[in-house]
């Protein structure tokens, strides 16, 4: 079965600073690897996927992930971090209808 | 406004009383699925739906329920909760485009 592992729980950057998101995955096929991101008392929201194609993959709020397949890799980027950023982040991958999350990686972006 | 709803959004219970979480969503998919979240888990997938009457398994089913009798209603059902099934729970709805469109959860706690 597929894994993912976000080996981080924390990540603690400087407003304005680029950010890293790291995250790792397992899969016996060719991988569906997401992101999402969860607010304070809210649902999780879709940032980016990868399915196929580039390797860097653009999505919502400036954020874009890059797949590298020969380390696993699947890590979520900003160039600039915003104190708005700080929030809870998953990634997760696909194979067939089952889905897998990350354990989360807390994201606290300081002015 | 495209939209996945829970209700309700806390719950109080003891255990063995029988309960239903409601998930509703606007977008016509197709494939819908129920997580649960807990701290250091990140998310974990209980059941999903391909479709009306077609449902499945997913990496934590036991103590849950599910039907699927219409395209927009996804209700998860616990018989019997238990302590152990205290949790932040989430209903999604996924799009054509791989996209998971997360409710706002619902906050249970069975004493």
């Known amino acids: 079965a597929q894994s993912v592992a976000q080996p981080e729980d924390q990540v603690n950057v400087a407003e304005g600073n680029p950010l890293t998101v790291k995250c790792t995955y397992s899969?016996?096929?060719?991988?569906?690897l997401f992101w999402y991101v969860q607010y304070p008392n809210r649902g999780l929201q879709f940032l980016l996927k990868y399915i196929t194609g580039d390797n860097l993959v653009k999505g919502s709020y400036g954020f874009e992930a890059e797949f590298n397949k020969s380390q696993t890799s699947f890590h979520l980027k900003k160039p600039s971090a915003l104190v708005s950023d700080s929030a809870l982040y998953f990634c997760?991958?696909?194979?067939?209808?089952?889905?897998?999350f990350g354990a989360g990686t807390r994201l606290t972006v300081k002015p | 406004e495209a939209q996945v709803t829970q209700n309700p959004r806390y719950l109080i219970t003891v255990t063995g009383k029988k309960l239903t979480v409601t998930c509703s969503q606007n977008?016509?998919?197709?494939?819908m699925s129920w997580y649960r979240q807990d701290p250091g888990l990140g998310l974990r997938q209980i059941y999903y739906?391909?479709?009306?009457?077609?449902?499945d398994k997913g990496d934590v089913p036991e103590g849950y329920k599910v039907s699927r009798k219409e395209k927009r209603n996804f209700p998860l059902i616990l018989e019997s909760p238990s302590p152990n099934q205290t949790s932040l729970y989430f209903c999604?709805?996924?799009?054509?485009?791989?996209?998971?469109?997360f409710g706002p959860g619902t906050r249970l706690t069975v004493t």
């Open positions: 997760a991958v696909r194979e067939a209808h089952d889905m897998r």
């Open positions: 977008m016509n998919h197709e494939y």
């Open positions: 739906s391909m479709n009306v009457e077609v449902t």
């Open positions: 999604a709805s996924i799009s054509r485009l791989d996209e998971q469109y």
């Open positions: 899969v016996s096929g060719n991988p569906y």
